[in-house]
């Protein structure tokens, strides 16, 4: 992670899933995922940015793709530049869409597009948390430990929401794959930017909890079983959730 308020080579980018393949459109590729890494927690409110020569190294594009992707993101106000010494590239919160932006998004998604994500979103945590049930050692799961703290301690649902990510994102880096660990930043990405803004987190904020505690004993316990099965059906409370939600919608023809 890029600690606050230091330049230090990040991990974060091990985590995104980029086309390197330079092109027109790699400098929005590139900002999009960095709001990925934003969304889900990878990089935080405050932190500063690696220098531009070692973040487009860890990213694998030239500092020019790099220039045009962070020009974006500061126009997004995901980002700002500060000149002089102790300055750089710091992370804002990303913008987030109105929740009634959010609630049409959901409206207009078909019910087999929103069952496909979950279904893909509960196959991949499932498994990552199947394998770092098998891999973890007791460093691992006093991360997870902190994680879930985090997320108990949080006084607002964006915190809570990034909170939840990184601890899904965990468990992915537990398992010690980077192919599934990549897959669960963009598919919690995509279900939590619906989930979490549409009210969801309230009703299941205490489930959420239970979850995280379920899942962290599962882990320390190397039952890799009940670990796929905790954050599968954590996973499809979410998307009922939305499935319902998205029915109420179609059915009132309203955001």
């Known amino acids: 992670m890029v600690s606050r308020g230091s330049t230090a080579v990040s ?36 932190d500063r940015l690696p220098p531009e ?18 020009e974006t993101l500061r126009q997004r106000g995901a980002i700002e530049t500060r000149r002089g010494r102790g300055g750089g590239s710091f992370v804002r919160n990303a913008s987030k869409l109105p929740p009634a932006e959010v609630l049409e998004q959901l409206r207009q998604r078909s019910a087999d597009s929103i069952r496909d994500l979950g279904d893909a979103c509960a196959a991949v945590v499932g498994g990552a948390a199947h394998l ?14 902190r994680l879930a703290e985090h997320f108990r301690s949080a006084s607002t649902a964006d915190e809570r929401r990034r909170a939840d990510s990184r601890f899904h994102i965990e468990i992915g880096v537990i398992a010690h794959s980077a192919r599934l660990t990549q897959a669960i930043v963009q598919l919690h990405d995509e ?12 009703e299941h904020h205490p489930m959420t909890e239970s979850a995280h505690n379920a899942a962290i004993t599962a882990i320390d316990g190397a039952d890799g079983d009940t670990a796929r099965a905790v ?13 319902d939600l998205h029915l109420d919608l179609a059915a009132r023809g309203e955001p």
């Open 11 to 46: 991990s974060f980018a091990a985590y995104l899933r980029l086309d390197a393949t330079e092109g027109p459109g790699l400098p929005q590729n590139v900002a999009r995922q960095l709001e990925t890494a934003i969304a889900v927690g990878l990089l935080s409110h405050g």
């Open 53 to 70: 020569s070692e973040l487009a190294g860890e990213l694998g594009v030239s500092t020019g793709t790099l220039r045009q992707a962070l």
């Open 132 to 145: 770092a049930a098998q891999r973890a050692v007791s460093d691992d799961v006093d991360r997870l430990r």
């Open 191 to 202: 279900l939590a930017s619906l989930f979490w803004m549409v009210g969801g987190e309230a």
């Open 231 to 243: 954050v599968m059906r954590d996973v499809e409370g979410r998307v009922q959730h939305l499935m």
